[in-house]
């Protein structure tokens, strides 16, 4: 049942003390000093995805190459974070040790750098590793690999740096996802002890399959996350990497009751998991692609914005510049109705 958490009606009091401290800990290299989870979650609130960037095959290959005015772009639009998807797995060797290419990794410091230097708060992922799900034992060893580098390359940036463990598990059961999550994370803690990292469930981060997992008890330094993309039909109409989506153009979402209990009660579930489990969650992607009409993905992205601030539920938009994208990067302009869909006081464009 829903109940309102006691922990949110703390949170203005939370975040005047956490991110005054925040600043000042951008040196630091101890972890001691970060705060709980449920103060480093308060950094997960209003983002926004850099997609189809570094989760290419190479950076540009779909069409978007991060510049530095992005970074501005998004600070002044109001976002606070940045979810950067990594495919890694294009970076690094085959073969154990599995090296990383040095130049990939820079590129990596140097959106790492672009967003902090601003005060965003930034989240690197795994994405697209799905060489991982079609054959995990033999991928596992290179996964490990591949997070033993990012973490402790990372180990002393500040706690507004998050990591997640891995985008969209799908095509393998929660069992398994659990096991190979369990040979993971003590790498990343070796190094990270208390950074935040956030795990999703099987089913390409359903909300339905984040129940099924078995996180260790003893670590309380999780996030939990899932993708909010209901109803598909309406938010993936023809869009060409899902067969038969092309069926569903001109589906539109007009805000019926019926189409807003169906979100509402995906986000309670949300917070009955989050109660549960005294671990955050975080709703790392929700978007509609471009190919649904304007005014239904603006009622859509409003009316679940809206939902999850009553919910204290924080939200990270798919995306910035591309197919779902709130940026028109060739007319170099922002689209100011979906934009204020998200920021309903948003007013003109700083930069
Ligand atoms: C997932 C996929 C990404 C896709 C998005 C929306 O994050 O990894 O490639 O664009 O969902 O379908």
């Known amino acids: 049942m829903l109940a309102l958490n006691p922990l949110s009606l703390l949170r203005p ?5 956490f991110f005054g401290g925040l600043s000042s800990m951008s040196l630091a290299s101890d972890q001691s000093s970060f705060p709980d989870i449920f103060r480093q979650s308060y950094l997960l609130e209003q983002g926004v995805n850099f997609g189809n960037a570094l989760e290419a095959p190479q950076e540009g290959d779909w069409g978007i190459r991060l510049e530095e005015r992005y970074f501005d772009l998004i600070k002044a639009a109001g976002f606070k974070t940045v979810r950067l998807p990594v495919r890694w797995s294009a970076h690094a060797q085959e073969k154990p040790p599995y090296t990383i290419d040095p130049a990939f990794f820079e590129r990596i410091d140097w959106a790492i750098d672009k967003a902090t230097e601003r005060g965003l708060n930034i989240v690197i992922n795994l994405h697209h590793y799905d060489e991982l799900f079609k054959n995990p034992s033999v991928h596992q060893p290179r996964f490990s690999a591949i997070w033993e580098q990012v973490s402790s390359r990372y180990q002393n940036r ?19 996802w659990n096991q190979m999550i369990l ?10 002890p208390r950074r935040g990292v956030i795990i999703g469930g099987t089913d390409w981060n359903s909300l339905k399959k984040l129940s099924e997992l078995k996180l260790p008890e003893s670590d309380r330094y999780l996030i939990g996350t899932f993708h909010l993309y209901a109803p598909f039909k309406f938010t993936h109409q ?3 990497w899902i067969p038969g989506s092309k069926a569903w153009l001109g589906t539109q979402w007009l805000g019926s009751s019926e189409e807003k209990e169906c979100i509402r009660i995906e986000l309670d579930h949300a917070v009955d ?7 955050p969650i975080w709703i790392g992607e ?10 239904s993905r603006c009622r859509w992205t409003e009316f679940i914005v809206r939902e999850c601030e009553w919910r204290h539920l924080p939200w990270a938009y798919w995306e910035f510049g591309a197919g779902f994208g709130l940026y028109d990067r060739l007319q170099k302009k922002w689209n100011l109705l979906l934009l204020r869909a998200l920021f309903p006081f948003f007013a003109f464009p700083k930069v």
Do not use: M, Q
């Not at 040979?183 to 990270?192: C, K, Y």
């Not at 998991?273 to 671990?279: A, D, L, S, V």
């Open 183 to 192: 040979e993971v994370l003590p790498i990343v803690r070796s190094t990270n």
């Open 238 to 240: 023809g869009a060409e």
């Open 158 to 176: 500040p706690a507004n740096l998050l990591f997640e463990l891995c985008n969209e598990p799908h095509d393998i059961d929660s069992d398994r």
């Open 273 to 279: 998991w989050w109660e549960k489990n005294r671990r």
């Open 13 to 17: 009091f939370f975040s005047l003390l």
């Open 286 to 295: 929700f978007g509609a692609y471009s190919k649904a009409d304007l005014p």
